[in-house]
């Protein structure tokens, strides 16, 4: 399990998630469904990890993994409620969290992101390999958008919606109050490496860590963007792996160390050793880091 979450992931960083999206056989894939009290659930099949919070009429939903995933979800999410999708958050614009977007949206859906991600889908970036994806299709795109923050209520549920740039410049956070789930997207979880793709820094990822570490208690449930539920103690630590990460990248580049002799040197072999990740995750790391220190 551990094994297929690291080279999905190294997929991704290699060649984008519409080509890993090509790659991959969904046939055979499983939602697994984990009730997280008060009618809230986190849902994990191909792609991102999905929370979805039900009301008396309809249900908010958060990601919608990979597109072929659709009637997966839709079966999983049937077999809790017959109530409608009526709202759709992506956490950010990567196709194994949005890929999902434009079938929901076809279903009557509303989309809510950050006003970024909007641009993101409607002109995607070039990927890894060099090559521009295709552009997502008016259904897929957010009808709804923010900036710094917003609420989405239905049928007595309300989604807290708050921007983060740590990930990407897309991220959205979602909290739902009444059940104490915050989704926090690819911007962290249990033990891994940081992932600081196109638009995030490392400020803007340990500032928006710092932020939901504070929105969050000891019984909070934490949704990733991959991997098992995380607790506040989870994200605390992955706060201060961040800082040292940070701090002795910084120390690197003080001393005039280049891009490369600061990757060469290995300041994050440690951390790696203890909260897994591949050489690459690493290396990518602490570039990322250094191209995005102030
Ligand atoms: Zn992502």
Redesign the pocket.
């Given at each position: 399990m551990k094994q297929t979450i690291l080279s999905a992931a190294a997929a991704l960083l290699l060649f984008g998630t519409h080509a890993y999206a090509q790659q991959q056989d969904f046939s055979k894939v499983e939602v697994k469904t984990t009730d997280l009290g008060n009618k809230t659930y986190m849902l994990e099949g191909a792609g991102?990890n999905v929370t979805i919070a039900v009301g008396s009429d309809s249900v908010i939903m958060v990601d919608a993994q990979f597109a072929p995933m659709h009637d997966k979800l839709k079966a999983a999410i049937a077999k809790i409620t017959n109530l409608p999708v009526k709202y759709l958050i992506n956490t950010?614009y990567?196709g194994?969290?949005t890929g999902g977007n434009e079938a929901f949206g076809k279903e009557g859906a509303t989309i809510v992101a950050h006003q970024n991600l909007k641009d993101r889908l409607a002109n995607p970036p070039p990927g890894a390999n060099g090559q521009k994806p295709p552009a997502s299709p008016a259904d897929a795109l957010p009808k709804q958008v923010y900036a710094d923050k917003t609420t989405v209520s239905s049928g007595g549920r309300t989604a807290q919606l708050v921007h983060m740039e740590g990930?990407?410049d897309t991220d959205t956070v979602v909290y739902f109050a009444d059940a104490n789930v915050l989704d926090i997207g690819?911007t962290g979880g249990r033990a891994r490496l940081p992932?600081i793709?196109l638009g995030a820094t490392i400020d803007g990822l340990i500032s928006g860590v710092q932020m939901y570490v504070n929105m969050a208690n000891a019984q909070t449930k934490i949704v990733p963007?991959h991997g098992p539920l995380a607790t506040k103690a989870d994200l605390q630590a992955y706060h201060d792996m961040l800082v040292s990460m940070r701090d002795r990248v910084a120390k690197l580049k003080a001393e005039g160390k280049t891009e490369d002799q600061a990757v060469a040197a290995k300041p994050v072999a440690d951390f790696q050793a203890k909260v897994g990740g591949n050489d690459m995750q690493a290396d990518n790391a602490v570039r990322r880091i250094y191209a995005t220190l102030k």
């Open positions: 991102g950010h990567h194994d969290h990930h990407t690819d992932n793709a963007g």
